[in-house]
């Protein structure tokens, strides 16, 4: 390392690198969005993207997540009861995210569900953890799948 160098180089977390990634997609598309991530740390989500030209706004949160040894994938994932409260009272157009891809190395393994209160209604509460438990089977994959069904589909006018 030379004298110019950075010997403390910065180390962006998961969420920066989530938001990078959203934005990147979003620029290389021409979309007119914003990104905004929430600057209270114990905020229930994460990010809020809004369409700048109709104001739709899409709601994220997202873990990055690695499998406990010897598990190459989980029957459910889980968010806390107090964060589906908060999702179900407040946050409406709501996506989920469980992230492995950086302990994988493969696509397969981003998860994502879009809320649903009927549905998320039927799925088992876990008390004594305080937590709701997602079955995998409803979750669908892959970062550019979630951009192309949270963002793509909006058009940049007016929604009918």
Known sequence: MNKTENKNPIILDSEKLFAIAINNHLNNNGANW???KSEFKYCYLDFVLINLNNLYSVYLEYKERNYA???THYETYFISLRKYQA???CYNNCYIV???THNTKNDDEFYYIHFDKELFEKFEKD???SRLLIPSKFC???FNN????MVNKIP???LI
């Not at 979630?146 to 069904?149: A, K, N, S």
């Open 34 to 36: 914003k990104i905004i």
């Open 127 to 129: 008390i004594n953890k």
């Open 140 to 142: 669908k994959t892959r």
């Open 87 to 89: 999702i179900k009272k």
């Open 156 to 158: 940049n006018r007016n």
């Open 69 to 71: 040894y010897g598990y």
């Open 146 to 149: 979630l951009m192309t069904e």
């Open 98 to 100: 469980w992230d492995f």
